[in-house]
């Protein structure tokens, strides 16, 4: 689509015009100056074509950059780069005036677009970003904002309390014994896409097959991310609506896998999983107990308390100088719940779903 064309044009343009100001004043460019400028930019010939743009999109992109830049300030992110053709996904995002219906969605200057939906929208959306990806699928993702309710959350039941340990030879090992082997598909994609990749280093550059190289290693990745999600979402709602309070690690890099693509999906896998139970817990009136990452989930004798200083990462099973014989998994998932139902019982379960989490309640009531 031209409109993400466009899109990278204002972005490479506004960083340019942002850095020249600065060298010029010493300050920053007043997003109003800015604003008023790409709309004189437009009646220029050489950049008319702007025209043809939704206008939306194009001032949404100085916002991008002006978050970009405030993301740089506060410490998170690196100095906005210019866009390219070739490295960055195409994209671009519609404050408004987008809807979706019968399979269709409305995009302002473009007119109706087929789409195949995943989920029916019928609340009023607050605006639509729209990228495409390696293969060349172009994705919309509609906003849609609406009220929660802010009723307490019930009370825990500590039976429906499950803790949860992560792992790779297994993906994760429940507190009440259930293994959640790993899936499948994971092995299968990562041989596949091992030698899609030895294919892709063996071609010459800028040659055809090179690129329809490339195009075969993106579409690997892509179908990997796809099962990923698809897998991701139906464990953690079949977790949520089967108990009342879940327990996790906080997210840890523990040196458990072995290849660099194992770790990569691994680390990939955990961040959405947790993720997705923190929303999916908020939306489910569930409570979430994320634990911090220095507490000895392994490594604890639910016993006596001592701590097994010289575990390691082969040893499966301990044994306690109390004598009682730890399975290292399951023991973890145990612990891991314990600490989640003290966490509870104190009661910083609001908190602990409140961090990280993009979507917060709104109140209903008093206007
Ligand atoms: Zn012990």
Redesign the pocket.
């Known amino acids: 689509m031209r409109l993400a064309g466009a899109r990278r044009f204002v972005w490479n343009w506004a960083l340019a015009r942002r850095k020249a100001y600065y060298a010029e004043h010493g300050k920053t460019i007043p997003a109003a100056q800015l604003s008023a400028e790409l709309t004189a930019l437009k009646s220029q010939p050489a950049t008319a074509w702007l025209k043809e743009a939704n206008a939306q999109a194009l001032q949404q992109a100085l916002k991008d950059l002006d978050r970009a830049f405030r993301n740089f300030f506060e410490g998170n992110a690196r100095f906005p780069r210019f866009k390219s053709r070739k490295r960055d996904m195409p994209r671009f995002r519609i404050p408004q005036c987008v809807k979706a219906a019968d399979g269709k969605v409305y995009v302002p200057k473009i007119g109706l677009v087929k789409i195949r939906q995943s989920m029916p929208v019928d609340l009023p959306t607050k605006g639509a970003t729209f990228r495409r990806d390696a293969v060349g699928h172009w994705f919309v993702t509609l906003t849609a904002e609406f009220e929660m309710p802010d009723v307490g959350l019930p009370t825990v039941d500590p039976s429906l309390v499950v803790g949860i340990d992560l792992g790779l030879k297994d993906f994760a090992i429940l507190s009440d014994g259930e293994l959640i082997p790993a899936p499948k598909f994971f092995r299968k994609g990562q041989r596949k896409l091992g030698k899609a990749q030895r294919v892709l280093s063996r071609r010459k550059p800028g040659s055809n097959r090179r690129a329809k190289a490339r195009l075969t290693v993106a579409k690997i990745h892509q179908r990997i991310a796809n099962q990923r999600g698809d897998f991701l979402h139906k464990l953690s709602t079949n977790l949520i609506s089967r108990h009342d309070g879940l327990c996790i690690e906080d997210l840890s890099v523990r040196g458990l896998a072995r290849t660099k693509l194992a770790k990569s999906f691994m680390d990939a896998s955990m961040g959405e999983f947790r993720r997705q139970l923190e929303y999916k817990s908020i939306w489910g009136r569930k409570h979430l107990a994320v634990i911090g990452r220095f507490y000895p989930s392994t490594r604890l ?6 701590i097994n200083e010289t575990l390691t990462l082969s040893d499966r099973q301990w044994v ?5 014989i730890h399975d290292r998994d399951l023991s973890a998932a145990i612990n891991i719940r314990d600490e989640g139902l003290r966490i509870l019982a104190v009661g910083h379960t609001d908190k602990t779903n409140a961090r990280g989490v993009r979507i917060r309640p709104v109140k209903v009531g008093n206007g």
């Open positions: 004798c639910r016993g006596c308390g001592a306690c100088g109390c004598g009682m």
